[in-house]
Structures are given as C-alpha cells and as structure tokens.
C-alpha cells in the first residue's frame, strides 16, 4: 500500500468519523474500524481495488447518515415513544414506499384516535350536540355536530363516550403497533455497507 492510498483511506476515515457524531463513541470506532480494514485490503489489491471500494461505499456523509439513520430507528423501536418512532418512520418516507404508506395510515390512526377522545370529552359537555343519530330513513351521522339534532333519534346517547374511548385506544395502540412493525421491517432491509467482495 502507497502513501498515497494511506492518506486516503486516513482522510475518509477522519471524515466518516466527523460526520458520525450522533453515534455512541465505540459504535463510532467500531465502525471506523471496520470500514478502515476493508479499504485497507482493498489498497493492498492495488489502487484501482480501493477506488472502486470507496465508490461502493460512497461518500462519507452519505455512508454515515446510513448508519445514524439506522442507529436512530433502532433506538425508535425499542422506546416507549411513539412520537420518535412516528418521526423516526416519516424520516424515511421519501425513500421507502413502506415507511411512506405506513407512516401516512399511522398519522390516520393518531388523528383518529384524538377526533374519538374529543367525542368522549364533547360528549360529558355538550351533550346535545355529540352522539349517533338517524337522519332521515337511511342515513347516519355520528360525532359532534354544530346543530342539535332535536327531533332526531339518537342510537347510543352517553354509551357513545364508552365505545369512543375504546375505538379511540384501539386506534392508537393499533398505530403504536403498525409503526413498530414497520420500523422492524426497515431495519431488516437495512443493508450493510458494501464491503464484501
């Protein structure tokens, strides 16, 4: 191995390790270390073989918000926070069509979840204007309403606050739960770095 490759490899390498800050300091040196042997061997092969394995690895900005990327959607999934999760999934909706869709049905399912909890508390307040009613021969109308509906038969009366907060848990729980799911699939089809041969 030249010099040249040396300083090389030691410039990407000093660069890949600024721009993994985020990261825990051994899992930054782990990393370091890694990608450092594997240019290394590849220098060894001659400098073509290292060119193209840093072409393979890209540049060390992009190498490195991979792996802070992953870093931060791991740590998404084992809290307890669905925001961060919520935030963690939204981040990768650009590139992923998965992280898009379910991140778009889990933002469905939260506001879901809160217009439920508004019709439970609605209901204790103004009573009259919340509830299931039917409207003319077939139609239904459900939720909160500017109007009363006087004259107009009413389903559930205050049953509505009960079943509201329970579509409204399950709404949000159900999210909680899709959104682990798909931050455990994306970290799946998380690909290591290019650095087999």
């Keep these: 191995m030249t010099r040249e490759s040396e300083a090389a490899i030691d410039a990407y390498i000093r660069r ?3 721009a993994l800050q985020a990261l825990p300091h051994d899992d930054r040196l782990n990393i370091a270390s890694e990608i450092h042997g594997h240019l ?3 220098a060894a092969r001659g400098a073509d073989e ?3 394995a840093q072409r393979r690895l890209g540049s060390p900005d992009r190498l490195a918000r991979s792996y802070v990327e ?21 981040n990768r909706a650009t590139r992923s069509l998965l992280a898009f869709c379910g991140g778009l049905t889990a933002v469905i399912l939260y506001f879901f979840a809160l217009a439920f909890a508004l019709i439970a508390v609605a209901k204790l307040i103004v009573p009259a ?5 039917v409207v003319g021969d077939h139609l239904l109308s459900l939720g909160l309403d500017d109007t009363p509906h006087i004259g107009e038969r ?22 909680g739960k899709l ?10 089809r998380v690909a290591s770095p290019p650095i087999a041969e």
Aim: charged share 15%.
């Design 154 to 175: 009413e389903l559930l009366g205050y049953w509505i606050v009960p079943l509201a907060i329970v579509v409204g848990a399950a709404c949000f729980v159900g999210a």
């Design 16 to 18: 890949l390790l600024w």
């Design 179 to 188: 959104l682990r799911l798909i931050g455990l699939r994306l970290l799946a």
């Design 70 to 90: 992953e870093y931060e959607l791991a740590g998404a999934v084992n809290r307890a926070s669905p925001w961060t999760l919520l935030l963690s999934v939204l």
């Design 40 to 42: 290394s061997d590849c």
């Design 50 to 52: 290292q060119e193209r």
């Design 129 to 133: 204007h919340v509830g299931a009613w």
